[in-house]
């Protein structure tokens, strides 16, 4: 299955990261890249469904239930619409 990233995506990833790299240590944003990776992995093999956000948006907690990763899944492709910090106003998300 194809991963597909949103524009949106990276850049709230490079985001999220730029932010957490203050707080955090190496080791723990090397934990979230890796936590990241192995989530999609599990979707594109169909070993986890997760939340559903909307109809036909799910989301998976990462990076120590830190970060929220928005995505749809199609029948050949997952599409990562965004990533979002869960300390920031939930009413700032805008998922299209």
């Given at each position: 299955?194809?991963?597909v990233f949103?524009?949106?995506?990276?850049?709230?990833?490079?985001?999220?990261?730029?932010?957490?790299?203050?707080?955090?240590?190496?080791?723990?944003?090397?934990?979230?890249?890796?936590?990241?990776?192995?989530?999609?992995?599990?979707?594109?093999?169909?070993?986890?469904?997760?939340?559903?956000?909307?109809?036909?948006?799910?989301?998976?907690?990462?990076?120590?239930?830190?970060?929220?990763?928005?995505?749809?899944?199609?029948?050949?492709?997952?599409?990562?619409?965004?990533?979002?910090?869960?300390?920031?106003?939930?009413?700032?998300?805008?998922?299209?």
């Amino acid at each position: 299955m194809r991963i597909v990233f949103r524009e949106q995506a990276l850049f709230s990833l490079k985001e999220i990261r730029t932010y957490l790299a203050l707080r955090w240590t190496r080791k723990e944003l090397e934990t979230l890249k890796r936590e990241i990776n192995q989530e999609l992995g599990n979707i594109s093999s169909g070993l986890v469904k997760h939340q559903k956000y909307s109809d036909e948006i799910y989301f998976a907690l990462v990076g120590k239930n830190n970060v929220k990763m928005f995505y749809t899944i199609s029948e050949d492709e997952i599409l990562v619409l965004d990533f979002f910090s869960v300390r920031k106003d939930p009413e700032s998300l805008k998922l299209k």
